[in-house]
C-alpha cells in the first residue's frame, strides 16, 4: 500500500498563475478530502468527495479554486488565478468510509510570489 | 470562530517526561475526538481517538483524558522519547454525519523531547 500521494511535493509560481495539484488515494477508499494548512487558520477542510462526487465544497475559500476527482484513482485541486494569500501546504487524503481513519498524503507545499 | 482551542502552541520535556496537550471545544454535538501526529514533510496521521462514552482511552504509551463536563479532552504521553517530537493536532466532529466528515482541528502543539 503506497499511501496516498501527492505531487508536486513543492510549487513556486508566480501570483496570476494556474496551479494544479495532484492526488491519488488509497485504493479502494470511497472518500477523499483536500485539507488547506496554514499558521494562521491550522488545518481546513475544502472538499470533499464520496465515490468521485463532490460532496461538500463549502470550505473552497473562493471561485478560485476549483476540484475534480475524474476517476476513484486521481483528483486535482486547481486554483486560478493564484494569489500570494493561496501560499499554504495543501494535503489530500483519503479514507474507506466517512466514519474510518483518515490516511493524509504528505502535501503539496505551494508558494505564491 | 476557533470550535476547538488547543494549547500549550510549544511544549519541550525532557525523555521520559509527561508532556500533556490540553484542547476544549464549544459544540456540545461533537461525538468523536480524534489525535493526530504529523512529522516535518509528512501528512498527519491518526494516533488515537475517543468518543464521550468513555472517560479515558490508552495505546501503549499514548492516553486520552475526557472531561464531558468541561468539554475538554488532553492527551499525554507517558515516557516520552525523542522520537515522539512532532507536532499534535486535536480534533472533534460529530461522528453521527460520519467521523470524517466535517473534522474541526486544533491549532497544533509542537512537542520536543530533549535526550
Known amino acids: 500500500d503506497a499511501g496516498v500521494i501527492q505531487s508536486p511535493r513543492h510549487e513556486v509560481t508566480e501570483m496570476g498563475q494556474e496551479v494544479t495539484l495532484r492526488c491519488k488515494p488509497i485504493s479502494g477508499h470511497d472518500y477523499l478530502f483536500w485539507y488547506r494548512q496554514t499558521m494562521m487558520r491550522g488545518l481546513e477542510l475544502l472538499i470533499y468527495f464520496n465515490n468521485n462526487v463532490p460532496i461538500d465544497d463549502s470550505g473552497m475559500p473562493e471561485d478560485r479554486f476549483s476540484a475534480k476527482m475524474p476517476n476513484a484513482s486521481f483528483s486535482t485541486l486547481k486554483i486560478q488565478p493564484s494569489e500570494p494569500r493561496d501560499s499554504a501546504v495543501y494535503f489530500c487524503a483519503s479514507s474507506l468510509r466517512l466514519s474510518s481513519p483518515l490516511h493524509f498524503g504528505n502535501g503539496t507545499r505551494l508558494t505564491v510570489t | 470562530q476557533q470550535q476547538v482551542k488547543q494549547s500549550p502552541q510549544s511544549l519541550i520535556v525532557q525523555k521520559g517526561g509527561i508532556p500533556i496537550i490540553n484542547c476544549a471545544y464549544e459544540?456540545?454535538?461533537?461525538?468523536?475526538f480524534p489525535w493526530y501526529q504529523q512529522f516535518p514533510g509528512k501528512g498527519p496521521a491518526l494516533l488515537i481517538a475517543?468518543?464521550?462514552?468513555?472517560s479515558e482511552k490508552k495505546e501503549g504509551r499514548f492516553t486520552i483524558s475526557f472531561n464531558k463536563s468541561a468539554k475538554q479532552f488532553s492527551l499525554h504521553i507517558m515516557d516520552s522519547q525523542p522520537g515522539d517530537s512532532a507536532t499534535y493536532f486535536c480534533a472533534a466532529s460529530m461522528r453521527s454525519g460520519g467521523s470524517n466528515y466535517k473534522l474541526t482541528f486544533g491549532k497544533g502543539t509542537l512537542l520536543t523531547v530533549n535526550p
Open positions: 459544540n456540545t454535538a461533537f461525538d468523536y
Open positions: 475517543i468518543r464521550p462514552d468513555v
